[in-house]
């Protein structure tokens, strides 16, 4: 069982820059793949950014490359999210997510464990 934890959320102006972390419990961090995901009333859960179990490997939804980037500390248990040149679209609750495999992936199933979620909300 691994337990995720959010946190960086908050309200900032269009144009600004956030960082999102996520503490994972699992002692073996190392061996999981990690994604973030998003999501707005109403609308499915959406794939951001997802990197592999050593960082080497990353992917990216289209409408944040170039403006994210997703990294990871397997020392402290924990993957980031920095997020620049925000938009009002990219207004959401952002979630983390591991998978037990080594393949990167943009669909919600394949992830066995997910946080609670952090606000992200972004003014114009």
């Known amino acids: 069982q691994v337990q995720l934890v959010e946190s960086g959320g908050g309200l900032v102006q269009a144009g600004d820059s956030l960082r999102l972390s996520c503490a994972a419990s699992?002692?073996?961090?190392?061996?999981?793949?990690m994604g973030w995901f998003r999501q707005t009333p109403g609308k499915e859960r959406g794939f951001v950014a997802a990197?592999?179990?050593?960082?080497?490997?990353?992917s990216y939804a289209d409408s944040v490359k170039g403006r994210f980037a997703i990294s990871r500390d397997n020392a402290k248990n924990t993957v980031y999210l920095q997020m620049n040149s925000l938009k009002p679209e990219d207004t959401a609750v952002y979630y983390c997510?591991?998978?037990?495999?080594?393949?990167?992936?943009?669909?919600?199933?394949?992830?066995?464990?997910w946080g609670q979620g952090t606000q992200v909300t972004v003014s114009s």
């Open positions: 990197i592999s179990q050593s960082g080497g490997s990353t």
């Open positions: 699992a002692r073996t961090f190392s061996t999981y793949t």
């Open positions: 997510a591991a998978r037990l495999d080594t393949a990167l992936t943009v669909r919600v199933p394949g992830y066995n464990y």
